[in-house]
C-alpha cells in the first residue's frame, strides 16, 4: 500500500501542478468566457487549413460584376481567392445594381454580386426569358444613425415610417428634444435608396427630401441638389452599415460621432442581423444566368460557398449566411 | 512521511519548471494574440476599418486636440520664395525656391524635396503613359504660415487630362505633414471628407438643368470609393490654403472648407514655434484673422491697433510675378516704409476701418524703365457698433472663399455710402530710385477752385478730433479723390473724420 501510494503521490501531484499551471494560464490569457470567440477563431482556423490551398488564376476567374454597395465583400473574394492584392481592380467592375443585372442580361458578364433586383430589372429578366440564378452569400444591416448628441437611441419601424412620411416632423414626438427632425434622404437609384423604400417604406410614399443650395467661385450659385447627411444635431440618414461605417465616423474617440438607432430595441449589430431580429436586413446574392455554361462558374460558386468563403465574407464585415 | 527526499527535490523541480513555462506561456500570449483582432474584425467590423486608417498619428500633444477659435489670429511666415523653372525629361518645370530660414540645412530639404516629389511624378509610368507634348509642371505655394508651409503641385499630362498633388512641410524641421496633421486628434475627419466629397462630387455632375439620378448615383459611387481609399491609407496628397484644405486621389480633389469645422482645425496652432527659426525679423502679415486668405502680396499689413480700428494695406505686384530685381525691390521697401509710416495716425483712430491696396507695375515712360505705385485707398468710419456694422461685415467676405474679387480689399461690401476713397499714383525711375514729379500745368483762374478742392484731403486731428483740411503738396503726390462729396457726409451733416493723405 505504501509502496503504491509513494508512486502515485508524485505522479498526483504532478497532475494537480499541471492543472493548476492551466488555470493561471486560462486565467491570465482571460480565455474563460470567450467560448464563443474561440470557436470562431478555431472554426477559421481550420477552414484555412482545409482548403487555403486553393488559389484561382485569373484565366480561372468568371466575368465578375459587383455593385457598388457589395464592392469590398467582391473585393475581399476576389483577393483571397487569387492572393492577389491587385487584381481585383482589373477583373472586378463595379455599378449600381441595375446596371450589373443588366451586364449579366446582356452576357457581358458571368457573376453578379448585388442585392435583389429591382421590379424593373424583373420585367426585363422576364422579356429576355432568362432565368437567374440567385444565391445568398452574405447579410448586412440596414441602418439609422443620428448625432451622438441625440437622446433618442431607438425606434419602431413604424415611428421610422412616420418620420419619413412627414408625419413626425419633431424628435419630441419620439423621445427626443424639442427639435425639428432633418431627414436626409439617399439618391434616387442608390442601392440605400432602394433598400429604403423596399424594406423600410414599402407602399408608403417617402416625403420630399431636403435639398442643398450654395455657392461656388467657378459655378456660381448651386441650387437644389440633394442634401446628404450632415450629422447635425437634430438630423436622421440612413444607409448600409458597412457604407456608414466607411462614411462617417461612429467610434467614440472621435468628437460627434454617428450613432446608430436600435430598430423595435434591436441594435444591428452581428448576433441581430445573423438571428434575424434587427428588422431591416439587406441581402447579397451571387447572381449568374440558368443557362451560363461558362466552365470557372462553378469552380469559383463552389470557392465563394465553402467554409473558406464564409471566413473571408465575416473578415469583410458583412454577416456570413 | 513516506515520501523520500528525492521525490520531494523532483516534485519542487517539476512544479518550478512548470510555472516558469506556464509563466513564459502567458507572457508570450499576452504579447503575440493576434487571435484578439480576430474577434474585433467578427464582431465589430466598423472598429477595424478605422484601424485601417495609415494617416493616423498617435501624438499625445495636447495641441492636437486643441482646434481653433474664430477669435484666432496667424502670421505668415518669414520666409521668401522666388519662382524658377527648369527642364526634366523634356518638361517644363516651375517650382518655388525657399530661403529665409535660420537653418541652411532644413532650407535645402525643402527645396529638394519638393523637387524629388516633381521629380518622381515625372519618372512615374502614370506620367509617362499619359502625357504629351503639351504637359508641364506648375508648383506653387498654396500657404506660408504659423510655421508650415504648402506646396500645391499642378500636373498637366494633357490638354484634358490634369492631376494635382502636394507637398506640405513644418518649418522647424523640415519634416513632411500628413493629412491628419491638420486636423484635431479628436476630429471626426470621415464626416467631414464624406461631406465634403459630397460637395466636391456634386460640381463635378452640376448642369443647369441640376443633376440627373444617374449622376446622383455616379456622385454617391465616387464618395464610397474615395472614402474606402482614404479609409485605406490611400489618400496621402493634399495642400491647403489658409481658407482650404485639398485633398488629392486619381484626378479628384475634395475641398474642405476650414472655417465650416475650425473646431477640428489644428494646423493654425499646431506647429508654431517659439525659437527663432528665421534669418529675418520682419513680419509680412502679421496678426491676420484665421481663415483669411490673403492676396499674394509683396508686403502684406493687416493690424488692428485697437478694438475699433483695423488697418488692411497690402503692396502686390500688379502683374502678380513677384519677378522684381534687387533695385526694384530697394524702391517698392522705401515706398513701404514712407507708407507705414503714414498709419501712424490711423493707428490712433477709433471706429474706423482703413484699407490701401497698392499694385506696383513695371513700366517704359519716355524711354525709361519706372516703376507705377498705385494706391486704391478706402476708409470707412461709423460713430458707434463698429464690430457689427464694419468690422464683422468685412471680416465675413474676406472669409467667404467664394467671393472672387482678390486682391481688392473686401471693404467694398460695405454699403457705398460707408467708404470714402482716394487714390494716388506715383512714379519712380529704376535707375535712380529717384520719384518722377510730374509738372502740373498752371490752372486758369476759373479751375484753380475746383483742383484745390480735387486736391484736397481731409485729415482728422485725432487729440481734439476735429476736421481739418490740409492741401496736399502737388510736386510730390498726385492726388485725385474719387469721393463723391455726398459719402464724406455722414447722417448729421457733417464731414466725416478723414484718414487719407
Redesign the interface.
Do not use: H, M
Given at each position: 500500500m505504501k509502496k503504491i501510494f509513494s508512486t502515485l503521490f508524485p505522479l498526483i501531484m504532478m497532475i494537480i501542478a499541471s492543472i493548476a499551471c492551466a488555470g493561471i494560464y486560462m486565467f491570465f490569457t482571460n480565455k474563460f468566457g470567450q467560448k464563443d470567440i474561440q470557436n470562431n477563431v478555431n472554426a477559421n482556423q481550420n477552414v484555412v487549413k482545409d482548403d487555403s490551398s486553393v488559389v484561382l488564376s485569373e484565366e480561372e476567374l468568371p466575368r465578375l460584376e459587383s455593385s457598388v454597395s457589395a464592392k469590398p465583400l467582391a473585393n475581399a473574394i476576389v483577393v483571397d481567392f487569387t492572393q492577389n492584392k491587385n487584381l481585383s481592380e482589373t477583373v472586378l467592375d463595379y455599378s449600381a445594381d441595375d446596371k450589373g443585372y443588366e451586364k449579366l442580361l446582356n452576357g457581358q458578364v458571368d457573376i453578379l454580386i448585388a442585392t435583389e433586383p429591382s421590379n424593373e430589372v424583373l420585367s426585363l429578366v422576364q422579356a429576355s426569358g432568362a432565368e437567374l440564378d440567385m444565391q445568398l452569400i452574405a447579410k448586412e444591416g440596414f441602418v439609422f444613425y443620428v448625432n451622438s448628441k441625440n437622446p433618442v437611441d431607438s425606434l419602431e419601424v413604424s415611428e421610422i415610417q412616420q418620420i419619413y412620411t412627414g408625419r413626425i416632423s419633431n424628435w419630441s414626438q419620439v423621445g427626443g428634444k424639442d427639435e425639428d427632425i432633418m431627414p436626409f434622404q439617399r439618391v434616387e437609384g442608390s442601392t440605400d435608396q432602394r433598400q429604403m423604400i423596399s424594406k423600410v417604406m414599402k407602399s408608403l410614399t417617402l416625403m420630399s427630401p431636403p435639398m442643398y443650395n450654395f455657392r461656388d467661385k467657378v459655378y456660381g450659385n448651386i441650387n437644389d441638389v440633394v442634401a446628404t447627411y450632415d450629422n447635425s444635431e437634430n438630423a436622421i440618414g440612413y444607409s448600409l452599415s458597412y457604407q456608414a461605417n466607411i462614411m462617417y465616423d461612429s467610434d467614440d474617440t472621435t468628437s460627434d460621432p454617428i450613432k446608430f438607432l436600435k430598430i423595435n430595441n434591436f441594435e444591428p449589430n452581428y448576433d441581430n442581423i445573423k438571428n434575424e431580429s434587427y428588422p431591416f436586413i439587406t441581402n447579397y446574392y451571387l447572381v449568374k444566368l440558368k443557362n451560363n455554361n461558362n466552365e470557372y462558374i462553378d469552380a469559383f460558386t463552389q470557392a465563394v460557398f465553402s467554409d473558406r468563403g464564409k471566413r473571408i465574407i465575416k473578415e469583410a464585415g458583412y454577416i456570413d449566411n | 512521511m513516506?515520501?523520500?527526499r528525492n521525490?520531494k527535490i523532483?516534485?519542487i523541480v517539476?512544479?518550478v519548471i512548470?510555472?516558469i513555462?506556464?509563466i513564459t506561456?502567458?507572457v508570450y500570449?499576452?504579447t503575440h494574440?493576434g487571435?484578439g483582432s480576430?474577434?474585433v474584425?467578427?464582431?465589430?467590423?466598423?472598429?477595424?476599418?478605422?484601424n485601417l486608417n495609415t494617416n493616423v498619428v498617435e501624438n499625445s500633444d495636447d495641441s492636437t486636440t486643441k482646434g481653433a477659435t474664430l477669435q484666432d489670429s496667424y502670421n505668415n511666415n518669414r520666409i521668401t520664395y522666388k519662382y524658377k523653372t527648369r527642364q526634366k525629361n523634356n518638361v517644363e518645370v516651375t517650382y518655388p525656391e525657399i530661403s529665409g530660414l535660420s537653418s541652411s540645412n532644413i532650407n535645402k530639404s525643402i527645396n529638394d524635396q519638393i523637387n524629388e516629389r516633381i521629380d518622381r511624378i515625372l519618372d512615374s509610368n502614370t506620367f509617362k503613359n499619359n502625357s504629351d507634348s503639351s504637359a508641364y509642371v506648375s508648383a506653387t505655394v498654396a500657404s506660408n504660415f504659423s510655421d508650415v508651409l504648402s506646396v500645391k503641385i499642378f500636373v498637366k499630362f494633357t490638354d484634358n487630362f490634369s492631376k494635382n498633388y502636394g507637398v506640405n512641410f513644418r518649418l522647424d524641421d523640415g519634416t513632411r505633414l500628413k493629412i491628419d496633421d491638420l486636423f484635431?486628434k479628436?476630429?471626426?475627419?470621415?464626416?467631414i471628407i464624406?461631406?465634403s466629397a459630397?460637395?466636391s462630387f456634386?460640381?463635378d455632375y452640376?448642369t443647369e438643368d441640376?443633376?440627373s439620378?444617374?449622376f446622383?448615383?455616379n456622385?454617391?459611387?465616387d464618395?464610397?470609393?474615395f472614402?474606402?481609399e482614404y479609409?485605406s491609407g490611400k489618400v496621402t496628397e493634399f495642400s491647403f490654403t489658409p481658407q482650404i484644405i485639398e485633398l488629392y486621389r486619381e484626378g479628384r480633389t475634395i475641398k474642405i472648407y476650414m472655417q465650416d469645422y475650425y473646431?477640428?482645425i489644428a494646423i493654425y496652432n499646431k506647429y508654431k514655434t517659439s525659437s527663432d527659426i528665421y534669418e529675418d525679423s520682419y513680419h509680412n502679415g502679421k496678426d491676420i484673422p484665421i481663415f483669411v486668405q490673403r492676396p499674394n502680396t509683396i508686403y502684406d499689413l493687416y493690424e488692428k491697433p485697437n478694438e475699433t480700428c483695423c488697418i488692411d494695406v497690402v503692396i502686390f505686384d500688379k502683374k502678380g510675378k513677384n519677378d522684381f530685381s534687387e533695385k526694384e525691390m530697394k524702391i517698392i521697401k522705401e515706398y513701404r516704409n514712407s507708407l507705414y509710416s503714414r498709419l501712424d495716425t490711423i493707428r490712433r483712430e477709433q471706429n474706423v476701418f482703413y484699407s490701401n491696396y497698392v499694385s506696383v507695375e513695371r513700366k517704359k515712360e519716355d524711354g525709361k524703365d519706372i516703376l507705377v505705385f498705385y494706391e486704391d485707398e478706402r476708409y470707412a468710419t461709423i460713430d458707434e457698433n463698429f464690430e457689427n456694422k464694419i468690422y464683422n461685415i468685412i471680416l465675413s467676405a474676406q472669409r467667404d472663399?467664394?467671393?472672387?474679387n482678390n486682391p481688392e480689399s473686401k471693404i467694398n461690401e460695405l454699403d457705398e455710402n460707408m467708404i470714402g476713397s482716394a487714390s494716388v499714383e506715383r512714379k519712380f525711375d529704376i535707375e535712380t530710385g529717384s520719384e518722377i514729379v510730374e509738372e502740373v500745368e498752371e490752372p486758369q483762374p476759373e479751375e484753380e477752385n475746383q483742383n484745390t478742392t480735387n486736391n484736397t484731403i481731409n485729415q482728422t486731428d485725432t487729440t481734439n478730433n476735429t476736421v481739418t483740411n490740409q492741401t496736399t503738396n502737388s510736386t510730390s503726390n498726385t492726388v485725385t479723390n474719387s469721393t463723391e462729396q455726398g459719402n464724406n457726409t455722414n447722417t448729421n451733416g457733417e464731414i466725416d473724420a478723414r484718414v487719407s493723405f
Open positions: - | 513516506i515520501i523520500n521525490t523532483f516534485l517539476f512544479s512548470l510555472l513555462c506556464t506561456i502567458i500570449t499576452r494574440d487571435l480576430s474577434q474584425i467578427i464582431e465589430s467590423a466598423p472598429k477595424t476599418i478605422t484635431t479628436n476630429a471626426p475627419k470621415k464626416n464624406t461631406f459630397y460637395r456634386a460640381l452640376y441640376g443633376i439620378n444617374e446622383y448615383t456622385i454617391e459611387s464618395i464610397w470609393n472614402l474606402t479609409n473646431q477640428y472663399v467664394n467671393s472672387d
